[in-house]
């Protein structure tokens, strides 16, 4: 856990629950290579029973290596694998009791849907009307009722996916694995199977591991968000932790802070450049930094207002979102800081060229601890 | 994020690869006993003296360029004349496609020997002809470049070739720059595949060349056969192998990019009505077709007459022993059809155990090496691989020389490439994550190969069988070589009957390669039916 913990100054991470030592997924030190690349290097993680973790990292960082070796689909070069403390590194695939939903479903074009549901069971040796209960009730709790004899190639994305979803529960796995489920779907469908999703994790008290690289996704499915970069886990925190008190900057970035900003905690706000925030309980005093993401920053026309000591700003670009309008800014009197995005409402428009007063709004700002091996930060 | 398709397995228990080991141990043990060992047998033998005799005499190499200039001829004319055809296939909306797709294959699965004997019928000459070599050469392998291309052409994005029209290309133009380079794999793969088979061609050589005309094939039968010189033929052997080796690398080579290229995926909207230009192509395609039904036409036709007017003696005939013949044509169609199914299934049984074998190894160079291996059975002299027989497989014990396994076996061999080319493809097209998928679900290894592998294979493995079987039916090379006198096969009784001289004799060959293009062409349209959209190689 040392790594996953992450620095001192992070604060604490939820705790750990009395049986975690015994009970769930433990990797430990987890590495896998690929002839001279190290896809994974030195990853600890514990999944306790009864949560799902995410796992959330930018294309390419190891993450779908990471599924794939727990399912033991790939073969690890260091470190253990081990589920309720039994070691699975010699354990084969098809005898971990791992159920594993694949990124486009990969279902079995030669069978239909309840063929496709049903295959665990029949590796099982089932009796055929117990398979064909299982395979309603499965279908029915992923609002497929009735679909059995549809072919697969008949399905819409959103429809194949629940189907490999009740495939890989009627295996009724100890643990579920998956591989960014719903990126193959569009945005409203997303939304929609994330949130049943949830409730049927919710329902069948469902240990998992998701693999994503949508943030959304993961905070809205997973009890804990372990982020993954480069191979190693950056941090490992409930999704709102995550969000607001990102252990790096890297992690910050990932998670749409365009801009970080040098800051200084004292006893009652956080101050930097821009302004300053109350400061939350949990950050310690002295020297911070901060992650801000577009609505951190709320831009109003400076006219006939003056004076105020807020900072002021030349708008550069504006650009239309659904409920705000989103400027890009620079600073004249700091232009070390660069440009900036800031957020305006639609009632109060400034024109390009046109000066602003920037505030800042705490609900966009996240806190990163200073740390001294970190690079410069900007500003 | 690693997303693997096809090449990279996951982490197998170690059984699965002692199993995969195993299995490997037995194809090759097979090939070994049955292939490589008579081969080696009678080449050896006839390298016992020497090899500079033979190839300082200006015969030899005389036979070597016919044998290269004929194949590269023929390789012409059927890429010229497969190409609309394999435009019509893949991009025209022709009703009932699938009977046009066995039409055109119809003529490559019949046998040399009724090829030969109905370019004969056709040009109405008894003379040698270096031409009709050719054509009749094409004439078969026209349907491997329509098919092979085709194939790949079905597949490819008809929208490329809209957005450059889009960008100012004439049709000409569009096809030149954007499909041509796309089709390309598949052009070699159907060049290289064809060169090969007209270079070893041997019916049609025998039957339309005489005496004159003479490549290493069948330079390499009479040496054995007639002039028992067998370091002549031994040295031609060498010779061929070495061409054949140099034709299945570019094979393999045009072959790896086509099966990495390969999706499953068909591109909808693939098909639409031809405009302008289009109808030249589909004209051509017209009359290549014409071209195609004209030499078989020509068969039935002579089949049924003589000098002196209509007649179906040659049938009657045939239904009856005596003659030349120790057995009636309908014993010898028996004998043929049994003979078909026995190396059928031995073929498929070897086949799929070599394609499992294939997708499991790990190791790349292993596999490349026992791809290539299993495919040159397809570059020797079926001739040769018969006369090893006689000479080796009396050391077995239970003397399969009088076998009546022994024809099935020679045939098996024959075709086991033709089942591995037809199955390969698919299963390594079958995506690796749906196998991963399985497993997870706790399919062990084997289990996945019965669950998910075979039934995706599935149709390919009934094309492999339906081809495997009328390529036995008609095979001639190793047959004529092993059918024991009392129990011939229709393509044996054929030979038989054309070295006869007499009109009635010449009548009955007609008849039975009538026969046995019928037996042929039903087992071809019962395959297409069931086939796969997909095609294999052939």
């Not at chain 1, 055929?128 to 609002?143: K, M, P, Y």
């Not at chain 1, 920037?358 to 930060?377: C, F, M, N, Q, W």
Request: a positive charge; one cysteine or more; glycine letters at 10%.
């Amino acid at each position: 856990m040392r790594a996953a913990l992450g620095d001192a100054e992070t604060g604490p991470v939820p705790p750990p629950t009395s049986r975690e030592r015994e009970e769930g997924l433990r990797l430990e030190g987890l590495t896998v290579r690929y002839g001279s690349t190290t896809a994974l290097s030195g990853v600890d993680l514990v999944v306790p029973r009864n949560e799902v973790l995410a796992v959330l990292g930018p294309s390419g960082c190891g993450k779908t290596t990471l599924l794939r070796t727990v399912a033991g689909l790939e073969r690890h070069s260091q470190g253990g694998i081990s589920f309720d403390g039994v070691d699975l590194s010699r354990v084969p695939v098809h005898r971990r009791g791992f159920g594993m939903v694949f990124q486009d479903g990969q279902l079995f074009g030669h069978r239909d849907v309840a063929g496709n549901v049903d295959f665990a069971l029949r590796m099982r040796s089932v009796g055929r009307r117990e398979r064909r209960e299982t395979v309603a009730r499965l279908l029915e709790s992923v609002g497929l009722a009735g679909y059995q004899r549809r072919r697969v190639a008949e399905l819409s994305g959103g429809q194949a996916q629940r189907v490999a979803l009740a495939r890989a529960l009627a295996a009724e796995p100890r643990l579920l694995l998956l591989d960014e489920p719903l990126s193959g779907l569009d945005r409203i469908l997303r939304e929609r199977l994330a949130v049943d999703l949830a409730r049927v994790f919710d329902r069948a008290s469902m240990t998992g591991v998701l693999v994503t690289h949508d943030h959304d996704e993961a905070f809205t499915l997973a009890d804990r968000v372990a982020v993954l970069m480069g191979g190693r886990v950056e941090q490992l925190d409930t999704p709102w932790r995550l969000w607001h008190r990102p252990a790096t900057e890297e992690v910050a970035r990932f998670l749409g802070c365009g801009t970080v900003l040098t800051a200084y905690a004292d006893d009652e706000a956080i101050s930097c450049a821009l302004g300053s925030i109350p400061r939350p309980e949990d950050c310690p005093t002295g020297p911070v930094r901060f992650g801000l993401r577009a609505a951190g920053l709320r831009a109003v026309r400076s006219t006939g207002r003056s004076g105020t000591g807020e900072p002021r700003a030349v708008v550069r670009e504006r650009l239309h979102r659904h409920d705000h309008v989103r400027l890009t800014v620079d600073v004249p009197e700091d232009p070390g800081l660069g440009e900036l995005e800031a957020v305006t409402a639609h009632g109060d428009l400034a024109e390009l060229g046109e000066e602003v007063t920037l505030t800042l709004d705490s609900t966009g700002v996240a806190v990163i601890p200073e740390k001294s091996r970190s690079r410069d930060s900007v500003g | 994020m690693t997303r693997e398709r096809g090449t990279h397995a996951g982490p197998r228990p170690r059984g699965h690869g002692a199993t995969t080991t195993a299995g490997a141990v037995l194809v090759l043990g097979f090939l070994g006993v049955f292939f490589a060992w008579p081969v080696v047998a009678i080449l050896r033998l006839g390298l016992r003296s020497g090899i500079d005799e033979v190839l300082t005499r200006p015969d030899t190499w005389r036979i070597v360029a016919f044998t290269l200039g004929q194949a590269a001829a023929s390789t012409v004319v059927a890429l010229l004349a497969g190409m609309p055809l394999a435009y019509v296939l893949a991009r025209v909306p022709v009703p009932a496609k699938a009977v046009l797709r066995a039409l055109i294959t119809v003529p490559f699965v019949l046998p040399t020997l009724v090829v030969g004997m109905a370019f004969r019928a056709l040009l109405g000459v008894s003379e040698p002809s270096a031409w009709a070599i050719v054509l009749a050469n094409a004439f078969f392998n026209i349907a491997v470049v329509a098919r092979t291309v085709g194939g790949l052409w079905a597949q490819l994005d008809p929208r490329a070739t809209d957005a450059a029209r889009g960008l100012g290309a004439g049709p000409f133009r569009a096809f030149r720059t954007v499909t041509l380079p796309a089709l390309r794999p598949a052009l070699w793969s159907a060049a290289a595949v064809v060169f090969l088979f007209c270079s070893t061609s041997f019916g049609v050589v025998l039957v339309l060349g005489g005496g004159r005309y003479r490549t290493l094939e069948t330079e390499i039968y009479l040496r054995t056969v007639r002039l028992l010189d067998l370091p002549g033929a031994a040295v031609l052997s060498l010779l061929q192998f070495a061409a054949v080796l140099a034709a299945l690398a570019v094979a393999a080579f045009a072959r790896r990019r086509r099966e990495s290229a390969l999706t499953l995926r068909r591109a909808r909207g693939a098909t639409r009505r031809p405009s302008g230009v289009e109808w030249v192509t589909v004209a051509a395609a017209g009359a290549v077709l014409l071209a195609l039904a004209a030499p078989i036409l020509a068969l039935l036709v002579r089949s049924v007459s003589s000098r002196t007017g209509w007649t179906l003696a040659g049938y009657r005939a045939l239904s009856g022993t005596g003659g030349v013949l120790d057995v009636s044509g309908w014993q010898a169609a028996w004998n043929s059809l049994r003979a078909a199914t026995d190396a059928t299934w031995m073929a498929l049984l070897l086949g799929i155990l070599a394609c499992l074998v294939l997708t499991s190894l790990r190791n790349r160079w292993a596999t490349e090496l026992m791809d290539a291996a299993l495919m040159l059975p397809l570059g020797v002299s079926a001739v040769t691989v018969g006369f090893g027989y006689l000479v080796t497989l009396h050391v077995l014990p239970g003397d399969l020389r009088t076998s009546p396994l022994l024809v099935p076996f020679a045939q098996a061999l024959v075709i086991t490439p033709l089942v591995i080319r037809t199955i390969l493809p698919v299963l390594r097209s079958v995506d690796q994550r749906v196998r991963s998928a399985a497993a997870t679900l706790g399919a062990g290894p084997w289990r996945i190969r019965r669950e998910v592998d075979l039934p995706l294979a599935g149709r390919a493995v009934v094309t492999a069988a339906g081809f495997g079987f009328v390529v036995a039916l008609g095979e001639f090379g190793a047959t004529g070589f092993l059918a024991r006198p009392e129990a011939p096969t229709l393509p044996v009784a054929i030979s038989a009957l054309i070295g006869r001289p007499g009109e009635l004799n010449t009548q009955m060959a007609y008849a039975a390669c009538v026969l046995l293009m019928l037996v042929t062409a039903g087992a071809v349209l019962v395959i297409e039916t069931l086939r796969s959209d997909l095609s294999g190689e052939f």
